[in-house]
């Protein structure tokens, strides 16, 4: 039967993705639905429960300035809060919160809860409704039908999931629940390709079991930072720390005496795991020369005693398991609470993708998640933000949008997935940014605000908030600009001891600021420069954006160059064929991405400017043919 | 915290190194029938600019001045014609500046670097006929011509460019670019694992790597800049049976007797070299023992040395006698070059076949006929590689190549320098980054793209990464 009740954006999972997009697509005023097979696991942090990190902490920023929920419920659920890469430069430096599990998916329920247009249904999805290559519904487990004109699908914990431990091996997805192999077969019927991957877990242990006598303390900042622009330290729960270990020469032996058990290095495992994110005995096989690995032992959460040593994810049999963890200092009496495992799932070649998440071959269907090939909370939210926006533009027949890579994160991640595709679960790093010194954590309102307001998807009170932020940067600017210090003056005089040399000719507050060996509040411990912008937000955008300003505008100065080539879209079904002196190998890749502008095409790997120009030479005879 | 890449007076360094332009191009040109002349044209925003610079004032569009080119020292360049069209009333639709100077390749060479430190950057192949297609200068029925133009010229470019650097100065290039993936791989693994063990960015190491990538790169900017790169000539190599009169073709050429002739099939055994003159631009000719079944171990050394001289050549010249006239062995040697190398066939002996000297197009190519004995018909043949090897109208050539390679390096050197400073003296270790990939940048156009991914790839493999 069909359920009477008809909706725009129906959301099909409730994890990271389906949250924010069934959030993303009510805020923006659509008739929402959010489909999960269990409501008691919204939100849940299924593998470690940590939010941000290095290039990840980034995307937070991003999907928060476009009022999106993650950040706001780190803020509610973190446990301790950090600030990584704090000696390096602000492009790199990144939040991190370890947070309470249970705080963490109460405050994700509580604001779908709250959401106004939202709508949340229990039950597994097993089928689509397709109609002339567009969606217009689904089918869940007991045969309910709902229609929608769109239809987000977030399943991608874990699709076909086969999970291994020792050379045993059953079906199942993310830690405990079913996986949805109903319609993971239903969408291999699909004209898309499917391909593997592999990912695993570490055991886990209870805290109460180990010395922590013997382990390293790693407390968190001081003060603590606060993760979403609008967030309150006060919102913050009790802090805690975690600590750090290491393995060691007999937990290597140990680990190499079980290998002939070992799925992976008996060939029982197929699918493709991360480089960057070994098992042990990946990173005691291949870097055999290392004697020891670090091991963060973090508590997920205030009233569990249950830890997880990230550093040791294995899918050895559970008897090595048990040995190679009792081998760890602080670990020897270890009471293990759940084993370790590696799990292989389907993901869906991302190449099929437009921009938007629209998938290529069905309209109205869009993709993200793990479902795409992404590993992470943070690269599932970003990508869930962007779909439900995007399902909420389409239901109106408005133009989809999404960030470009100079833009945000987001569209880093976005471009690379549906441009390159990936080979292993992919996850953000700022290596991956081109204009890292632009996408920067402390200016994700500064780039994305403005634009989420327009879409509708951020709301009065956040707008409000940076548009005031927004002017007290210029005012102050201004300021620092138009006023001036002249040498030998009483206030030159003291600036001397500050930059170590005298004001030879006058210089403005701003020229001051510029230099490397000054900084904000030295300059307004200066008499005469104040006074000092009292939020602390401000001035730190004041002193960044003086800082990198040769490096910003370069930058900029970049992306001007890139535009023409951004504003100039390839028709999605050109036939590639009749381009002229286009190599096969090039032709080939064209016709597998076939990318949505000519910059996009640049970026494929191997296609050569000598091709690019070649493109701009058809399109433009395609272009005179048809006028 | 110190980010602002400024020097120590505070004046802010130049954002983008020369030639980053993008938007204004320059290449050497020179209109067929009109050797001797060199032409750099330039086309783009800022042609006006620098005509301004280089003649030393404002030129009056579309009349063709007689002055001197004056370098950034004020001292005279060249004595020649200066051209500028206001666009969209030029070839290209842009501003338009033409320079003909008399100069050779040398001087041709130093005009182009001084357009460059104006902030106009090589042209890639076919990208004047480009912009002039896409600004509307070309009607329709040309799109296939460009498009011929653009493919194969690049291919054949980008293979002879590289190659005929000789294997030294690609080696050194390979070992720069090495270099600097190793250092990247420090600086982004420090940056984005920072909870890894070490802390890269505080290694003394880095330093001394980050000193040696500089050295390394203002070396061979210095070998290149004593014109060593021009200097270099390309390879002309000579093939054919033995006996068909390759070892006499090379003595003409040389104008000296360097190799021995013997009326003995397999006298050269080994490689022979010599550098000749066209028009001032440096051609090397290699002589090669013949090509035939031999039993003969040096013989065999030979021909092993003669293959490998094709592996390096921009040309081939293939000899042989057109008394017995074009047979299977040389169809077989042509079978074995490397697609897209080109070749010249050379009908020798023509006082013995009665033949004529006249230039034809045959099937396998260009074809001359001469006698390398009695000298005729070199004329011809010289005329002809003057035309193939030398600075070509609208196409691009070794010349043009090689240039976008020292302005490459001149880049990364740049940007290297400005990495280094960020590191050493503000201890600035994402701008360190941005500098390294802004050199990686320019290096990959003369190697090939080496992105994000490989050097992530690199990184994962160098170090324990993850948790
Ligand atoms: N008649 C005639 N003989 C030639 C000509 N070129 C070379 N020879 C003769 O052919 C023989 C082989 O010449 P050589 O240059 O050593 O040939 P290689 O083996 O190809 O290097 C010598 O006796 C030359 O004098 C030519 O143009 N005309
Ligand atoms: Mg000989």
Known sequence: ?627 | MVYHPQDRTGRPLTAAGPGDDGDTIAAQATPPGRGGVGIIRVSGPRAGAIARAVTGKELSPRQAEYLPFFDSGGEVLDQGIALFFAGPHSFTGEDVLELQGHGGPVIMDMLLRRVQELGARMARPGEFSLRAFLNDKLDLAQAEAIADLIDSSTEAAARSALKSLRGEFSRRIEALLEQLIELRVFVESAIDFPEEEIDFLADPQLRQRLDRLANSLQDVLAAAGQGCLLREGMNLVILGRPNAGKSSLLNRLAGRDSAIVTAVPGTTRDVLREQIQLDGMPVNVIDTAGLRDSGDEVEREGMRRAWEEVGRADRVLLVFDDSTGFGTQEKAILRRLPAGLEVTLVRNKIDLSGGDSRWRQTDHGPSIGISAREGLGLDVLKAHLKQVMGYQGSGDNVFMARRRHVEALERARAAVERGRRQLVEHGAGELLAEELRQAQQALNEITGEFDNEALLGRIFASFCIGK
């Not at chain 1, 129906?10 to 923006?28: D, F, K, Q, S, W």
């Not at chain 1, 898309?192 to 990912?199: A, D």
């Open chain 1, 1 to 627: 039967m069909f359920y009477q009740q008809r909706f725009d954006v129906i959301v099909v999972g409730g994890g990271h993705a389906g949250t924010e997009a069934a959030l993303a697509a009510a805020r923006m005023g659509r008739r929402t639905l959010l489909l999960t097979h269990n409501i008691e696991t919204l939100g849940q942090m299924s593998c470690n429960p940590a939010i941000g990190g290095i290039g990840k902490g980034h995307l937070v920023k991003e999907v928060d300035a476009l009022d999106g929920i993650m950040a706001r419920a780190a803020d509610r659920a973190g446990i301790q809060f950090r600030i990584l890469n704090a000696r390096k430069g602000p492009a790199v430096r990144a939040t991190r919160a370890q947070c309470d599990r249970v705080l963490y998916k109460a405050a994700v329920r509580a604001a779908l809860e709250n959401q106004p247009n939202l709508s949340l249904f229990q039950q597994a999805v097993d089928d689509l409704l397709v109609e002339n290559g567009r969606v217009s519904g689904v089918i869940t487990q007991m045969g309910l039908k709902f229609a929608a004109p769109t239809v987000v699908l977030t399943v991608g914990t874990f699709l076909g999931g086969k999970i291994h431990i020792g050379l045993e091996n059953y079906a199942g997805g993310r830690a405990g629940d079913p996986p949805a192999n109903a319609l993971a077969r239903r969408l291999r019927e699909l004209p898309f390709t499917v391909e593997r991957l592999k990912t695993g877990t570490p055991p886990r242990i209870d805290g109460r079991s180990i010395n922590y006598s013997r382990l390293q303390v790693q407390p968190g900042d001081e003060p603590t930072p606060v993760f979403s622009y609008l967030g309150r330290r006060e919102e913050h729960p009790r802090q805690v720390n975690c600590y750090i270990t290491a393995t060691n020469a007999r937990t290597h032996d140990i680990i190499r005496e079980g290998l002939s058990r070992s799925p992976m290095y008996t060939g029982v495992i197929e699918g493709v795991g991360p480089r960057y994110c070994p098992s042990v005995e990946d990173k005691v096989m291949r870097f055999a020369d290392k004697d020891s690995h670090q091991i963060f032992v973090e508590p997920e959460g205030l009233e569990t005693h249950e830890v997880y040593p990230n550093g040791i994810s294995t899918s050895l049999p559970f008897d090595v398991q048990y040995r190679l963890v009792r081998s760890i200092a602080g670990f020897e009496q270890a009471h293990i609470i759940r084993p370790g495992y590696a799990i292989e799932y389907d993901f869906f070649d991302p190449r099929d993708l437009k921009p938007s998440l629209e998938t290529k071959h069905i309209g109205g269907l869009y993709f993200a998640g793990q479902i795409n090939g992404t590993t992470g909370y943070e690269e599932a939210a970003a990508q869930g933000l962007i779909a439900g926006l995007n399902a909420a533009l389409q239901v109106k027949d408005e133009e989809p949008w999404s960030p470009g890579r100079e833009q945000a994160y987001m569209g880093v991640l976005i471009d690379d997935l549906i441009t390159r595709g990936t080979q292993e679960p992919y996850r953000m790093f700022t290596s991956r940014a081109e204009y890292r010194l632009l996408l920067r954590e402390d200016n994700a309102d500064e780039r994305l605000t403005e634009i989420g307001y327009r879409l509708g998807l951020v709301s009065e009170s956040r707008w409000q908030a940076w548009q005031q932020k927004r002017e007290a940067i210029e005012r102050e600017e201004q300021r620092l600009r138009a006023t001036w210090l002249h040498p030998q003056t009483p206030a030159a005089q003291r600036l001397e001891t500050l930059l170590g040399q005298p004001l030879t000719r006058e210089a403005s507050l701003m020229d001051l600021l510029r230099r490397p060996e000054m900084s904000y509040s030295k300059l307004m411990a200066l008499e005469q420069a104040g006074p000092a912008v009292d939020q602390a937000q401000v001035a730190e955008q004041v002193e960044i954006r003086a800082k990198y300003a040769g490096y910003i505008e370069r930058q900029k100065n970049e992306i001007e160059r890139n535009r023409r080539q951004a504003d100039t879209p390839i028709p999605q079904h050109l036939d590639y064929d009749q381009v002229a002196g286009l190599s096969a190998e090039v032709r080939q890749k064209l016709q597998r991405v076939r990318p949505a502008t000519i910059e996009q095409a640049g970026r494929i790997p191997g296609v050569t400017p000598a091709a690019i120009s070649l493109l701009l030479v058809h399109l433009k005879r395609l272009r005179a043919a048809g006028s």
